[in-house]
């Protein structure tokens, strides 16, 4: 496997921009903002950890493993999402908050 599939690189979808002056779409093509629909549901699972504020191990006794395997997913995540800081992380994911459904991160 390569790339995002193997979670080497960041998610992110290319988009065609408009062009400013005119509107018209052109040939080029720019990276938009990381989506969050790339990870794995562990990996959603400690994300909506995160955004509650929790630590590893909260994360970790709530989810039933380890805080080690906590550190792991949250890393995973942050690189698939090209996230270098916890912060950089949370300027990506809280506009995508919706996307993480609560029956969905329970089962």
Do not use: F, W, Y
């Not at 005119?22 to 080029?28: D, I, L, P, Q, Y």
């Not at 995540?77 to 912060?87: D, N, Y």
């Amino acid at each position: 496997m390569r790339g995002d599939l193997a979670g080497e690189g960041p998610c992110r979808v290319e988009v065609q921009r408009p062009d400013c002056r005119n509107g018209a779409v052109t040939g080029r093509r720019v990276p938009a903002r990381p989506s969050i629909d790339c990870l794995t549901s562990r990996e959603k699972n400690v994300l909506d950890g995160i955004l509650c504020g929790l630590t590893n191990k909260e994360i970790g006794r709530e989810l039933g493993i380890s805080h080690r395997t906590v550190e792991v997913h949250r890393a995973r995540l942050m690189r698939k999402l090209g996230a270098p800081t916890l912060s950089a992380l949370l300027i990506i994911a809280l506009p995508q908050r919706g996307k993480l459904s609560r029956d969905e991160l329970l089962s």
